[in-house]
């Protein structure tokens, strides 16, 4: 079956830095669109950022201009480059893979990492 397994969450300070990874395995992994979602306590899942298979980029208003998505194709791997973090990004980052054709679609999410941006 398709696993999705996040790493690199943590505790960082307020203007930190992380580096979430996320290694797929049992999917064609290039022809997916890949993305990271969060859910904070009490609140809804959100999207931060999504990368598609022909590498167009999508971010959160909130997050543009500090983190970075982005995809190795040969490693299955997708990360997300974390910078100036604030205290309103503490949530469980989730990564999810989806694709779509026609009527057909899989959508796959791993099972989080935890983010604390705490002074």
């Known amino acids: 079956h398709v696993q999705l397994v996040e790493s690199g969450g943590g505790l960082v300070q307020p203007g930190g830095s992380l580096r979430l990874s996320c290694a797929a395995s049992?999917?064609?992994?290039?022809?997916?669109?890949m993305g990271w979602y969060r859910q904070a306590p009490g609140k809804q899942r959100e999207l931060v950022a999504a990368?598609?298979?022909?590498?167009?980029?999508n971010y959160a208003d909130s997050v543009k201009g500090r983190f970075t998505i982005s995809r190795d194709n040969a490693k299955n791997t997708m990360y997300l480059q974390m910078n100036s973090l604030k205290p309103e990004d503490t949530a469980v980052y989730y990564c999810?893979?989806?694709?779509?054709?026609?009527?057909?679609?899989?959508?796959?999410w791993g099972q989080g990492t935890q983010v604390t941006v705490s002074s």
């Open positions: 999810n893979a989806y694709w779509r054709m026609g009527p057909i679609n899989n959508d796959y």
């Open positions: 990368i598609t298979s022909g590498d167009s980029i």
């Open positions: 049992r999917l064609i992994f290039s022809t997916y669109t």
